[in-house]
T-cell receptor
């Protein structure tokens, strides 16, 4: 069985500040890990994903995440927040064989103030 | 290129009516998924199609929910006798599917904009 925990339903940062969104997972098989972003009234857009290999993954819009197996974490970071980053962010986990059903966390809403 | 499209974008219906939600996947994507996003339950998997077959229907919440896919392309999610708890955003996603030595796999899922269903 797989699950995802996202700490903090809301995170507030100032424009230009570091963004850190936390994600911890549980998986009985080696996981694939994803971060998706959802803007208001839109579908989910893939930010980045970890499958195998390098544990530091770079995505779109300056985001990156690091897979830490020992901590079962996949936290999302961005060095400098922009107003356009305000959105809801979802961490998800899947297996890596067969059909990859995504199991999502409950989401974190990022608020960016000027 | 064209992404995943869904129609209608919004649907308001009365309790007890049937509704059909449509998903057009990205051309060439043989894997198709339905998810539901609701305030109480978050994002939940409903059903997965590989071609026209549905090897995993485990997320369908009741027998009022059904889905089909024809021609390996368009999919329809049908909810019969809608209830207020069915109100949610229904998201469709599609991905490539490929076989590797020793197994099979699906690729990154690309999501449509969703259909917002409101049951009065």
């Amino acid at each position: 069985a797989q699950s995802v925990t996202q700490l903090g339903s809301h995170v507030s940062v100032s424009e230009g500040a570091l963004v850190l969104l936390r994600c911890n997972y549980s998986s009985s098989v080696p996981p694939y890990l994803f971060w998706y972003v959802q803007y208001p009234n839109q579908g989910l857009q893939l930010l980045l994903k970890y499958t195998t290999g390098a544990t530091l993954v770079k995505g779109i819009n300056g985001f990156e995440a690091e897979f830490k197996k020992s901590e079962t974490s996949f936290h999302l970071t961005k060095p400098s927040a922009h107003m356009s980053d305000a959105a809801e962010y979802f961490c998800a986990v899947s297996g890596h064989t067969g059909f990859q059903k995504l199991v999502f966390g409950t989401g974190t809403r990022l608020l960016v103030s000027p | 290129g064209a992404g995943v499209s869904q129609s209608p974008s919004n649907k308001v219906t009365e309790k007890g009516k049937d509704v059909e939600l449509r998903c057009d996947p990205i051309s060439g994507h043989t894997a198709l998924y339905w998810y539901r996003q609701s305030l109480g339950q978050g994002l939940e998997f409903l059903i997965y199609f590989q071609g026209n077959s549905a090897p995993d229907k485990s997320g369908l919440p009741s027998d009022r929910f059904s889905a089909e896919r024809t021609g390996g392309s368009v999919s329809t999610l049908t909810i019969q006798r809608t209830q207020q708890e069915d109100s949610a955003v229904y998201l469709c996603a599609s991905s490539l599917y490929f076989r590797l030595a020793g197994g099979q796999n699906t690729d990154t899922q690309y999501f449509g904009p969703g259909t917002r269903l409101t049951v009065l």
